[in-house]
């Protein structure tokens, strides 16, 4: 363990241009997880851990944890509270952070074939519902998400922590357009979610064998060339004035329906 | 329409003691709903209006929707800018806001008797959950809300936004306790959701007759005296290291599992 006390360490400043930068953590192949419960399933979950940062606090706190995850960490940095307190990404930060190896899984393909579940979204950009769909999507049991690269960062901070650890664990890969990767797997039965009064509705549709859903932007919904490259599009029935539903929402109930 | 440049007007001061706090808004039957949509859906759904707030770009921009507002409204106010943004609960401020009687609705429980849908919410904290489990009770064409008084304020600006307007329109009661309530009511259907690997499983409740689900606190789940009071419990069957779900997906779950 290095005790650190100057601001301008290296790996501090990497750390906080990895909280910034959705652009910096592609380059970098890194995103930052913070937190105590993070950190422990990020190393249950077998992550490539590079560093290790606690306050003093914490490495008192939770000495158990820092010293299993400083055995796996290829450094391990002890700070004082204030300036952890300056570098960390939440209002009452617990002192225990970690920088992580990104994680896309192409190996998600090899299940397509065996009736997997699959959810692919599309130019989804809120990480709060970004980080709650892929918490659902793990409670639920789904095999894989499929994110277009215009989709909010998933090693955003927010949807790293909105995901309760779920990010470590699913399967998932970025693609350059969802319309692309449908088009390529069509052995796959491919369904657009959409927001129409006439299409088919949820409760008609069978997901038997190997399905992929499609979810489109909170306020644009799917892309025409998205829709267009489904093999069928559904609507999830509504009532109200409103007749929205948020889509982390709209994502749970067909996860549900696919998988129950 | 009444100009006013001070920001010491007694409405103002009425205003921003609204907007911070639910005990006054519940001494004063009021509360405070901000943004055109909300405004226009207040209107729209019949809502006591006793206060329009607008500044004087909106008052430009929004003309038609001003006009018709201030028709049903005791007073109308326009402000400066510059002012408006002083008491306005937004970052982006649209420049609108109104103040409405509150909305308690205990003919609610005329509908238990005939095959009505209800959810009963005990001790739900997040007003983010609160706004989104409402939005999803209207479009999924939930009958009636049972808010234990316990619960963060139904009132709060948070939750009126978030519920997109749902709650001018969805109805609703406040009690004392879920637990009494289920006491006064038992011809109706009552389930407990748990957390609960032994747990009946949610697919194989049936949602038949009138039925009311009960909803527990985002962290500690439901009172044990709730769950006694309760016909009978059921669970989300999930997987994954974390095993659970956000609040308000696992109640939008239940609504569609209720009412599909």
Request: hydrophobic residues 40%; aromatic residues 6%; contains cysteine.
């Amino acid at each position: 363990m290095k005790h650190i006390t100057a601001k301008d360490n290296p790996t501090l400043k990497f750390i906080q241009k990895l909280l910034k930068s959705a652009k910096f953590r592609r380059e970098s192949s890194a995103f930052v997880c913070e937190g105590k419960r993070l950190c422990e399933d990020a190393l249950l979950s077998g992550c490539e851990i590079k560093s290790l940062v606690v306050s003093d606090t914490a490495l008192d706190k939770y000495s158990d944890l820092t010293e299993k995850i400083s055995q796996k960490s290829e450094e391990a940095i002890v700070l004082p509270d204030s300036l952890y307190a300056k570098i960390s990404d939440t209002k009452t930060p617990q002192g225990i952070l970690c920088v992580i190896k990104t994680l896309d899984n192409p190996s998600l393909f090899d299940k397509i074939k065996c009736n997997g579940k699959f959810l692919a979204l599309d130019n989804i950009q809120d990480p709060v519902n970004l980080g709650t769909i892929l918490r659902t999507a793990e409670a639920f049991g789904i095999d894989g998400i499929i994110l277009s690269s215009d989709c909010c960062d998933i090693y955003s901070p927010k949807v790293v922590r909105g995901s309760m650890g779920a990010v470590f664990r699913l399967s998932y890969t970025i693609v350059d357009s969802v319309e692309s990767f449908l088009n390529s797997y069509r052995d796959i039965n491919s369904f657009a979610a959409v927001v129409d009064r006439n299409a088919e509705k949820l409760t008609d549709i069978s997901f038997d064998g190997s399905c992929v859903v499609c979810i489109g932007n909170e306020g644009n919904g799917l892309r025409r060339s998205v829709i267009g490259a489904c093999g069928k599009a559904f609507t999830i029935p509504m009532n109200g004035r409103a007749e929205s539903l948020n889509a982390a929402i709209a994502s749970s109930v067909i996860m549900w329906e696919m998988v129950k």
